[in-house]
């Protein structure tokens, strides 16, 4: 028994160094690209357009979190005006629900560990079961997310759940509103049909695995924010949003192993561009620049990077995502720009080790190949 788990680790280590490798690869690959996609090209302008734009306004409003502004422009733009719309829409529609729950729980579950423990395990498995099974399943994990950043903002003071509710909102409006104003004036208005997805039924029969992995994303949620309060780490409410939105990738249904395999490639991805747009991210920040124009030229650049990487044809892609994503956060600390880096390095660090910890728990959860046959067949 000793002598097999062993031989699982090692196969474990080799795989996820075969993983790294691979990805470092395909990530020279796509840097030996960058600029030759005429596509590519005007799809970085335009997203690094939305950031910008996103940014200005609510730095200009003096919005408590002009990064989560800058963040939602990114993530609402799609290749097509109608397709941003509606992703920006299903995000700020699971935002406003999210904030209400979070706001109507918000007066008594920061005061019930317990209570809040289960509560974000139970959100986090509807959120991620949800982007299994939902054509909308965008809009429900911002609603798990939200109602979880909006919880745990006063898990020191309870009383600053209504004003962190309130500004989610609104930094994610204006965020949307940013994404489809660039998309329609810059890009082909085309409406595709919205995602085939399989629906809600059957979760005990064919769509066993989604509840499962819910399941799993939800014990990984409540045992990182465990370690994590013991720990007393930082940047509480970073860390649940990297497990939520790993946990998020697709099922595999043949398999143990097929999925196991897709949340540990994503988990790295993540991790890997994590470092890289944290690390890009200081780098700029030890410049010191007193310049505004400067520093908003080098956020756009950045996110023009990230997105086409993003949408690269090197298998890369959710690498850029990421990186565009933390060189975001790090670089975009506060209602002006930034004048320290401390900020930015604790920002960095509770994301990655946020990141670090849920891919070691994910995969002492994930069960055999045996064993996952067995779920998927139904339970007995």
Same mark, same amino acid.
């Not at 423990?117 to 054509?135: H, I, N």
């Not at 409410?237 to 595999?252: G, K, N």
């Given at each position: ?47 690094? &357009? ?29 290749? /097509? ?31 019930? +560990? ?9 959100? /986090? ?8 099974? &939902?054509? +909308? ?102 860390? /649940? ?72 044809? +090197? ?24 004048? &320290? ?38 339970? &007995?």
């Amino acid at each position: 028994m000793i002598r097999d788990f062993t031989r699982t680790v090692a196969e474990d280590f080799a795989e996820g160094g075969r993983m790294i490798s691979r990805a470092l690869q395909n990530l020279r690959l796509e840097l030996a690209d960058l600029g030759q996609d005429p596509a590519l090209n005007r799809q970085g302008v335009v997203v690094a &357009s939305a950031v910008v734009l996103a940014t200005v306004v609510a730095l200009y409003l003096e919005m408590e979190s002009p990064w989560w502004a800058a963040i939602s422009a990114f993530m609402s733009m799609m290749s /097509t005006g109608a397709g941003s719309v509606r992703r920006g829409l299903l995000r700020l529609v699971g935002t406003i629900a999210g904030a209400l729950v979070g706001y109507i729980l918000g007066r008594w579950l920061p005061y019930d +560990h317990v209570a809040l423990c289960l509560f974000l395990g139970g959100m /986090t498995m509807l959120g991620v079961m949800a982007m299994q099974v &939902s054509p +909308h399943g965008l809009a429900w994990l911002f609603l798990a997310i939200t109602s979880i950043m909006v919880l745990l903002s006063g898990l020191n003071n309870p009383l600053l759940i209504v004003e962190t509710a309130y500004y989610r909102v609104f930094d994610v409006a204006i965020g949307v509103a940013a994404a489809i104003l660039m998309a329609n004036l810059f890009q082909d208005w085309h409406a595709d049909r919205p995602p085939a997805m399989p629906g809600w039924r059957h979760l005990l029969g064919a769509q066993w695995p989604a509840l499962l992995h819910g399941a799993r994303a939800g014990i990984s949620v409540v045992i990182v924010l465990i370690v994590w309060i013991l720990l007393d780490l930082p940047q509480v409410a970073e860390m /649940t949003i990297s497990i939520a939105v790993v946990m998020s990738a697709p099922v595999i249904t043949y398999g143990g192993l097929g999925t196991r395999h897709a949340v540990a490639e994503r988990s790295l991805h993540r991790f890997i561009g994590c470092l890289i747009g944290g690390v890009l991210a200081l780098a700029v920040l030890g410049l010191d620049l007193t310049s505004f124009m400067w520093w908003l030229v080098l956020v756009a650049a950045g996110v023009w990077v990230g997105a086409y990487l993003q949408g690269g044809r +090197h298998g890369v892609g959710y690498l850029g995502t990421q990186s565009a994503f933390v060189y975001v956060i790090t670089l975009i600390q506060g209602p002006t720009p930034p004048t &320290s880096i401390m900020p930015g390095i604790d920002r960095f660090a509770g994301i990655a080790g946020g990141l670090g910890i849920l891919l070691l728990v994910s995969l002492l959860l994930w069960p055999s190949d045996d064993e996952d046959r067995e779920a998927i067949s139904g339970p &007995s």
